[in-house]
Nanobody, 124 residues
Framework: QVQLVESGGGAVQAGGSLRLSCGASEGSFKNYGMAWFRQAPVKERELVAAISWTGGSTYYVDSVKGRFTISRDNAQNTVYLQMNSLKPEDTAVYYC?????????????????WGQGTQVTVSS
C-alpha cells in the first residue's frame, strides 16, 4: 500500500508560480510511474503531467506545456510539479497518483494509489 501526501497548494494571482510536492510512503517508490491530475468544479479529472520511474520520460497535457514541469527525486520518495505562468483556468484540486510498473501512464485507471489532493486557486 502506497500512501501519497500532497503539499504546496495555495492561492496565487495569474502569472504567479507554485510548486507542488507529493511524498510517498513506499520504499520502492522508484518502481512506480507518477503523475499529477487535477479536477476543477463540474469538470472531469484530467491528467496534467506524468513521469516514468527514471524521470527520462514525461507527458504533459497540451494546456500546460511550456509552463509546468514534473520531476521526481527517488532518494526522497517525492514527485514535484513546478507550475509557472499560472492562469485562472489552472484552478483545481491537484492530485498525486502512482502507477505500478514505472512507465508513463496516461489513463487514470492505470493509477492504483492516489493522494487526498491539494487546492490551487489562481485569481485574475
Amino acid at each position: 500500500q502506497v500512501q501519497l501526501v500532497e503539499s504546496g497548494g495555495g492561492a496565487v494571482q495569474a502569472g504567479g508560480s507554485l510548486r507542488l510536492s507529493c511524498g510517498a510512503s513506499e520504499g520502492s517508490f522508484k518502481n512506480y510511474g507518477m503523475a499529477w491530475f487535477r479536477q476543477a468544479p463540474v469538470k472531469e479529472r484530467e491528467l496534467v503531467a506524468a513521469i516514468s520511474w527514471t524521470g527520462g520520460s514525461t507527458y504533459y497535457v497540451d494546456s500546460v506545456k511550456g509552463r509546468f514541469t514534473i520531476s521526481r527525486d527517488n532518494a526522497q520518495n517525492t514527485v514535484y510539479l513546478q507550475m509557472n505562468s499560472l492562469k485562472p483556468e489552472d484552478t483545481a484540486v491537484y492530485y498525486c497518483a502512482a502507477a505500478r510498473g514505472g512507465a508513463v501512464a496516461v489513463r487514470a485507471t492505470s493509477y492504483a494509489y492516489w493522494g487526498q489532493g491539494t487546492q490551487v486557486t489562481v485569481s485574475s
